[in-house]
């Protein structure tokens, strides 16, 4: 089976690559990490304009899908550039909502899925599994709790709390909120979100692994030992052609998912793509030396979205898991 983008999906990437190089996002990751918003919302509008959340949300409520294969193709070019915010977490929002009104729930996806779709509203969700802390909820205009058979708006969050990724900011939720669902109807809309928060998340590791791959490619061009590129000395060849071909097997996993979305491929998807950019981020660390720890080197916001995104929706022994069941 041949898991090639047509020319439609490959103009899609191509012109998300296009703004997100001029939005400098390294830039705006900082101003994420550092609290301030407005970079971070703006390009947030220019995401939300180029149609990526739409991917998930029904004609019904001004999207286009769902279109999975599209999804991971908008993914893997945010990854690459190390877009900060709940992308991840707005997906799956609007896949729970869209998928709850599927089932005749349709009152919370009329009221916030076309503000989602469009980029007005910046969503969040909380889980259960999903460990104790959501995702921006400072920044976030609705968070969206799942627990005990009920989904709720989250009235509020406690205080912030430190991540290994300064652009995550994660903090707990207050108790309570306003009742949104419950009901059978919303176990089947979480497994539909959750897949499909996977396999956005390992579309986005699979980019994170592209852009630590390039950036240590054009560094071993560069920097010289002993006279000569330390690239063309064959250890070095070695470590990034194993690091190239984990990035390589993980893209038709990637795809495959996408057709499929079935629990067990998005698993695979998101374990294989995970370890690809935790692989790729210690080749990076190594190769670069010292250097690499940096605050100052833009290397260090790639570095360190690809050591959480590993355990973001899906710890790798979690997916191996799921892989096993089938």
Do not use: N
Not at 24 to 31: E, G, N, Y
Not at 130 to 153: F, H, I, K, Q, S
Not at 208 to 222: D, I, N, P, W
Request: glycine letters at 10%; charged letters at 20%; a negative charge.
């Amino acid at each position: 089976m041949r898991f090639l983008l047509d020319v439609e999906q490959l103009d899609f990437a191509r012109s998300l690559d296009a703004m997100l190089t001029a939005a400098d996002t390294p830039s705006v990751v900082r101003a994420w990490g550092a609290g301030e918003a407005g970079p971070g919302r703006a390009l947030w509008s220019r995401i939300a304009e180029a149609g990526v959340f739409a991917l998930v949300a029904p004609d019904t409520y001004d999207g286009v899908g769902p279109l999975p294969v599209e999804l991971a193709v908008a993914f893997v070019e945010l990854g690459r550039h190390a877009a900060p915010g709940p992308l991840v977490e707005t997906v799956a929002a609007a896949a729970l909502l869209a998928r709850l009104a599927e089932l005749g729930e349709d009152g919370p996806a009329k009221r916030l899925l076309p503000s989602i779709v469009s980029g007005a509203c910046v969503a969040s969700v909380l889980f259960p599994q999903g460990g104790p802390y959501a995702l921006d909820a400072d920044t976030a205009d609705a968070v969206l709790a799942v627990d005990g058979g009920e989904l709720r708006l989250a009235p509020g969050h406690g205080p912030l709390q430190p991540s290994l990724d300064p652009a995550r900011r994660l903090a707990r939720l207050a108790p309570g909120g306003e009742l949104l669902a419950a009901g059978s109807g919303l176990t089947a809309a979480l497994a539909h979100a959750t897949a499909l928060a996977r396999l956005a998340a390992a579309a986005q590791c699979l980019g994170v692994a592209e852009a630590l791959l390039h950036r240590t490619v054009a560094y071993v061009k560069q920097r010289t030992q002993f006279g000569a590129p330390i690239g063309s000395f064959q250890v070095v060849k070695h470590r990034l052609a194993d690091t190239l071909v984990a990035v390589e097997f993980a893209r038709p996993l990637l795809y495959g998912a996408a057709l499929s979305l079935a629990p067990r491929d998005v698993a695979a998807a998101k374990v294989t793509a995970s370890e690809a950019a935790y692989d790729a981020a210690r080749t990076a660390l190594q190769l670069h030396g010292a250097v690499g720890y940096t605050d100052e080197l833009d290397l260090s916001l790639w570095l360190r979205k690809a050591r959480v995104l590993r355990g973001a929706w899906g710890a790798p022994g979690e997916c191996r898991a799921a892989v096993l069941a089938g």
